[in-house]
């Protein structure tokens, strides 16, 4: 099975303040996925990523694939309040085999506190 | 994207009892997958919800346990059933278009707590 590895496990940090928070793969990764989780309740979707090297952004949020496929990486830049919360990344493992896709493994998870 | 409901969205059961839990979505999707996410965890898959066959387990969840149903494209329903304390969970629905977006929705969860 696919094991994802979220660091740091959580980060405090200042409103306005750059953060960056990694997820790595034991194995390549076929598909990776960003989400937001309020505390108790669903996933908010952030972000997938394909293609080694690939890059999206949307408002203050960037997240990347190194060209491996085997690490991303999730960048705020001057965080806000309403940055905080649980993010997790998800992996799909449709490389596995045609049986396997949309079953997503996700990492433990990253607590976001920001001070305003 | 999508609109997705899960009803209810918190409940407190004895053990011993079940809980039905729904999930409803505003489009026609692909896949429907339930998810757990016990206190201080991460998310595990338990199942993923088949239109019109049996669902498809992953290994520790069992038909007996978490019955599910899909009757269309765009509802599904997960019994927890004969329930003890460690049930206590969200319990998440997701659902994705196809490998056409790839993306992946989740509902807004149903928190149960068993007594």
């Known amino acids: 099975s696919q094991e994802l590895e979220q660091s740091p496990q959580s980060l405090i940090v200042q409103e306005g303040k750059n953060l960056t928070i990694n997820c790595t793969s034991s194995?390549?990764?076929?598909?990776l996925y960003w989400y937001k989780q309020k505390y108790g309740e669903g996933l908010i979707f952030l972000m997938m990523?394909?293609?080694?090297?690939e890059e999206k952004s949307h408002e203050k949020i960037t997240a990347k694939l190194d060209e491996k496929k085997q690490q991303s990486s999730l960048h705020i830049t001057a965080s806000q309040p309403s940055h905080a919360g649980i993010y997790l990344c998800?992996?799909?493992?449709?490389?596995?085999?045609?049986?396997?896709?949309?079953?997503?493994?996700f990492g433990q998870g990253t607590i976001l506190t920001v001070h305003p | 994207s999508a609109v997705i409901s899960q009803k209810p969205s918190r409940d407190i059961c004895q053990r011993g009892t079940s809980l039905t839990i729904q999930c409803q979505v505003d489009?026609?999707?692909?896949?429907m997958f339930w998810y757990r996410q016990q206190p201080g965890q991460s998310l595990t898959l338990i199942a993923t919800?088949?239109?019109?066959?049996?669902?498809?387990?992953e290994s520790g969840f069992v038909i007996d346990k978490f019955p599910i149903s899909r009757p269309n494209l765009t509802f599904s329903t997960l019994t927890v059933s004969n329930m003890s304390p460690e049930d206590s969970s969200i319990y998440l629905c997701?659902?994705?278009?196809?490998?056409?977006?790839?993306?992946?929705?989740f509902g807004p969860g149903t928190r149960l707590t068993v007594t």
């Open positions: 998800g992996a799909d493992p449709a490389g596995a085999g045609g049986t396997s896709y949309g079953k997503l493994t």
């Open positions: 194995k390549t990764l076929y598909g």
């Open positions: 997701s659902v994705e278009f196809g490998r056409q977006t790839y993306e992946q929705y």
């Open positions: 489009s026609q999707v692909t896949m």
């Open positions: 990523l394909q293609k080694g090297g």
């Open positions: 919800a088949n239109q019109g066959s049996e669902a498809t387990y």
